[in-house]
């Protein structure tokens, strides 16, 4: 069950990332650029997953075509990781503070925290004044819920 779902920047987070690794209660979800060094490197696997994939959709890659070496989007695995990390949390009984973070902690963020509130049911008043500033990456969103119902139709 979550106790707290929230975006932040890849800046905000450097500056919290030792509080938040002492925090038994909280899971991390590290969205990380291609070329990036991985701001969570060798910590506990079990509450920090780091992931790389790009803010974008395959609309928007198609300007991207002379630097794709810079460029991932969010794939199959991906999505079902992050899915199966917020299901599990939701699972659960205990109050779990949920702390993703991408570069600007804006969009890519945004989606995972917007996919983890409308599957929880978490309060959306909560989840707007701790989030303002997110405008949800609609690629990602949309994964994670494709991998989300196709995870409900495999279960069957």
Not at 36 to 46: C, K, M, P, T, W
Not at 67 to 95: G, M, T, W, Y
Not at 96 to 120: K, N, P, T, Y
Request: with cysteine; charged share 25%; glycine share 4%.
């Amino acid at each position: 069950m979550f106790a707290s779902i929230k975006a932040y920047s890849r800046q905000a987070m450097r500056r919290i990332k030792d509080k938040l690794l002492k925090d038994d209660n909280t899971v991390i979800i590290s969205i990380n650029d291609v070329g990036d060094r991985l701001l969570f490197e060798g910590a506990d696997s079990h509450r920090v997953h780091s992931f790389v994939f790009s803010d974008l959709s395959p609309r928007i890659v198609c300007e991207f075509i002379g630097d794709l070496e810079k460029v991932r989007l969010i794939s199959e695995a991906d999505s079902f990781s992050i899915v199966s990390i917020i299901k599990d949390i939701n699972d659960r009984p205990d109050l779990i503070h949920l702390a993703v973070h991408c570069s600007a902690g804006v969009c890519r963020s945004g989606a995972v925290c917007e996919f983890a509130r409308r599957i929880s049911n978490f309060n959306g008043q909560i989840f707007i004044k701790d989030n303002p500033n997110i405008m949800p990456n609609s690629w990602v969103l949309d994964k994670l819920f494709e991998s989300y119902l196709n995870g409900w139709i495999l279960k069957e």
